[in-house]
Nanobody, 122 residues
Framework: DEQLLESGGGSVQAGGSLRLSCRATGFSFGESDVGWYHQAPGEDCPVVAVIAATGSTYYIPSRKEGRIVVTRDDAANTATLQVNSLKPEDAGTYYC???????????????WGQGTQVTVSS
């Protein structure tokens, strides 16, 4: 059974940091790009960062710019998204996706996790 499992969410105070993980089971994503998406309450669900199979990283211009770091460990079949200096607007559900063609927003991808919830208190 091929699955993506996000973890690491929780409730943090503004200014804190979270390290979100995306672990693949049942398949290897070593040759695939991994995207991270953020669904804020009442908002759309844009991509925030992509880490390519080559290790190249792409941070989508947004208010998270400069505060997020995406990494991958193919041996562990895991990708991570570090979010620093958390703001209330960072709250919501974070999803990871693995697909040959990642797009700009949440969608139907080959592999899509169930999300991990982040709450930020001011």
């Amino acid at each position: 059974d091929e699955q993506l499992l996000e973890s690491g969410g929780g409730s943090v105070q503004a200014g804190g940091s979270l390290r979100l993980s995306c672990r693949a089971t049942g398949f290897s994503f070593g040759e695939s790009d991994v995207g991270w998406y953020h669904q804020a309450p009442g908002e759309d669900c844009p991509v925030v960062a992509v880490i390519a199979a080559t290790g190249s990283t792409y941070y989508i211009p947004s208010r998270k710019e400069g505060r997020i770091v995406v990494t991958r460990d193919d041996a562990a079949n895991t990708a991570t998204l570090q979010v620093n200096s958390l703001k209330p607007e960072d709250a919501g559900t974070y999803y990871c996706a693995v697909d040959p063609s990642l797009l700009t927003h949440c969608g139907t991808y080959t592999h899509w996790g169930q999300g991990t919830q982040v709450t930020v208190s001011s």
